[in-house]
């Protein structure tokens, strides 16, 4: 088939999650022998920072602006199979618009940040989709599950809500044998929603072990905010670093965003590509982390400092190690892009099957 997705970014990976998810989506989309096409706004921040210019999974056109856009793309999303329109695409009502309205094929809303979109519409904030919208679309990929589902299409109409949760390219996220240079570690870009649990469960934690090294990496954190002396610091970490910093920890650490907490059934794709590592996580708790890992077994849950700090003194080496490959059996098994790319062909072959009737 042919796929048209008009997304935040592939081709950097600064300062969002999306890129990763999508790169590892579209890899395997083309490795099923899809055509793809990824359209993405041309803006200063991005080009300043790309660390995949060139993807070889997909072609990749770049826009100015929204006249560019419908210019030099109506065909090609006029005469795709799928087009499909990502979550925080800037002035994404508009785009979204013009996409279901010149799309002849399957339509979808590609939904990266589904807590924080729904937070968002309950304020009636449209910033990306509004409610009119969400029923224009052939379906709505959503990065969370459970509940969320149903309210998206009781509450605002979706014909077909469907999971598609982020996921994790095993060939790029392994083991290694490094040296664990850091007791726990933390990627993730400042929020202040999320910086408390930072705070309590590694800065806090690291003030406990001066002498261990922990590690916080990401970018956008206040230059005045006071972290612990044995708390080493990296701006920004590309993509292509990523597997050697989770594999130099002994534990590493996962926070959610609040509005992922209040709905729930939303893992980061954070969470997968520590487990496709190997490394142990320790997590804060969210409704449905349960049916992704088997706490205890699978993952570690810790409310608080003290949480962290006897996972640390009572959990023996091989212990340690067992549960990060607990972690990274399931991921495996369940939660890789290519997993995603063939739940992805399923979702499109109902609504195509459907029409048909």
Known sequence: MKFVIIGLSVTSSWGNGHATTYRGLLKELSALGHDILFLEKDVPYYAGNRDMPT????????????????????????????????????QGVEVGNWAVKTAKGVT??????????????????????????IAKYDMYLSFS???????????????NARALYCSVDPDLYYPEILENKWQMGYLGTYSTDRQPTVSELLNKTAAEFPEKKFIVAGPQYPEDYKWSSNVERIDHLPPAQHRGFYNSQRYTLNVTREDMIKAG???????????????????????????IFEINKEILIAGSTADVKDYFNSIDEDERKQIGENARQKVLKYHTAKARAKELETYVQEILEVSKI
């Open 55 to 90: 993807p070889d999974f997909c072609r990749l056109g770049l826009y100015k602006t929204n006249e560019e856009l419908k210019e030099e793309y109506r065909n090609d999303v006029a005469n795709a199979d799928v087009v499909i329109v990502g979550s925080y695409v800037q």
């Open 108 to 133: 979808a809303f590609y939904d990266i940040d589904t807590p924080v979109t729904l937070a968002k519409l309950e304020r009636k904030d449209y910033e990306y989709i509004d409610p009119e919208l």
């Open 145 to 159: 599950g459970g509940s969320i589902l149903d309210h998206l299409e009781k509450n605002y109409n979706s014909p």
């Open 265 to 291: 059934y939303s893992p980061s794709v954070r969470l997968f590509e520590a487990a496709a590592c190997g490394v142990p996580i320790i997590s804060d708790f969210w409704n449905g982390i349960d049916s």
